[in-house]
């Protein structure tokens, strides 16, 4: 792979890597993922963001194609986890550079992270300007998207946006612009990415586009950390505005249903729910927990707007993948969403219950009440989930209606 020219002057210089699976434990990553570097030359030279710790070869070799390592004189920051950090300390050593920038809250952990001494860093405020020649580079503060210490830089005179993790996807292709990839699988890989790391900072996300709207900031190139590059003006507006439906997340007509069985019967359950929710006329998708992991019912969640969950009762448990998933969706804070809960037992079946207290702590409107099966889910008890899906879809189309 070779650097790819964004502007004359800066190039994409980073790593693809193409066998990822497990994106740093927040999700699955199929399709792979890229660390995104990027060079500006001008009177300084500038390395915006670094690589992976074990794509260290491949960002010297990119750089090494445009000009000497040792040319560089700025190294910026924007967010200093590993995957665009890790290869901190032996681009200094190698670079040695004049100043390396990062955010305020970049200065307290960047030291925690790597033994700093001797390295030039300097904190830049919200809104500062760095000239580096003919160009200027704006730094904006966008804490908690993800980190506290995020940041993003603009080059004002080429109206690139370095954007760091927001606007990322998980996708490996040697092809590099948005504009060479198929729409479909790329909003799939940014509801993923949103929905499983960014959803529980929608808040700030909003406030964020809201702050880009009133600044008037020209944008002709959005040039995220992961995944592909932004560069036509339809292509930016796609991304703008998908974000900004992401972070509403207003209920759509669709329902979850999560399930862990052990034996079948919860399964029938399931399957007589996703009855019910046919029966009005709302689609759904069942996701067996004990095949799927936990960011594929996130992943879903983001065309949805219910969220059932189906558990046996293991020593007075929901099953364990059934509590991992519980952990992972509260964690990220979704909102607008209706919920019910079912399941089967031998014993004691606790399961329902718990569930359902659950999704109510996660402020998910809760609607019908668990249904139980003792041993197999006999005719009574399978009328029931069936009731219980129609249930979750009546008050799930109005609670579409109220957001419309
Ligand atoms: Fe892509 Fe938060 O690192």
Request: net charge negative; hydrophobic share 45%; with cysteine.
């Amino acid at each position: 792979m070779q650097p790819v020219l964004l502007k004359p002057g800066i190039h994409w210089v980073g790593a693809v890597d193409f066998n990822l699976r497990n994106f740093h434990h927040y999700s699955r990553s199929p399709e792979g993922s890229t660390y995104n570097a990027y060079l500006i030359q001008d009177d300084k030279t500038v390395l915006v963001d670094t690589v992976s710790h074990h794509y260290f070869d491949e960002l010297v070799t990119h750089i090494s194609a445009l000009v000497e390592p040792q040319k560089i004189d700025y190294i910026i920051c924007n967010h200093l986890e590993q995957d665009h950090a890790g290869v901190l300390p032996r681009i200094v050593e190698l670079c040695k550079p004049e100043k390396i920038f990062c955010s305020t809250m970049g200065l307290k952990s960047i030291s925690r992270q790597f033994n700093t001494e001797g390295w030039p860093v300097v904190a830049v405020k919200d809104g500062e300007r760095l000239n580096i020649g003919k160009r200027n580079i704006t730094f904006l503060e966008t804490r908690m998207l993800h980190w506290p210490d995020s940041m993003v830089s603009y080059v004002e005179e080429d109206r690139v946006l370095f954007s760091n993790d927001a606007f990322g996807q998980n996708v490996a292709t040697s092809r590099r612009f948005v504009d060479e990839y198929e729409r479909p699988l790329l909003l799939r890989a940014m509801k993923d990415y949103y929905n499983n790391i960014v959803l529980p900072y929608s808040p700030m996300v909003l406030k964020t586009l809201d702050r880009v709207v009133q600044l008037g900031i020209p944008i002709d190139i959005i040039a995220p950390d992961h995944g592909l590059i932004f560069r036509t003006p339809d292509d930016i507006k796609f991304v703008l505005d998908s974000y900004r439906a992401f972070a509403e997340q207003k209920p759509k007509l669709r329902a979850v249903v999560a399930y862990e069985s052990m034996w079948g019967a919860t399964e029938s359950m399931a399957f007589a729910v996703g009855d019910g929710l046919d029966d009005e006329g709302v689609p759904y998708v069942l996701i067996d927990m004990q095949h799927n992991h936990v960011s594929a019912v996130m992943n879903e969640l983001a065309d949805s707007g219910a969220l059932i969950l189906g558990s046996a009762t293991r020593n007075n448990m929901p099953m364990v993948n059934m509590v991992a998933l519980m952990a992972h969706v509260k964690g990220l804070k979704p909102q607008n969403l209706v919920g019910a809960s079912f399941g089967a037992h031998g014993w004691s079946g606790e399961a329902p219950r718990m569930m359902a207290e659950e999704l109510a702590s996660m402020k998910v409107d809760v609607v019908g009440e668990p249904v139980r099966a003792h041993f197999g889910a006999k005719a009574e008890e399978l009328a029931a989930c069936r009731e219980l899906g129609a249930t979750v879809a009546r008050a799930l189309k109005e609670k579409v209606k109220a957001f419309a």
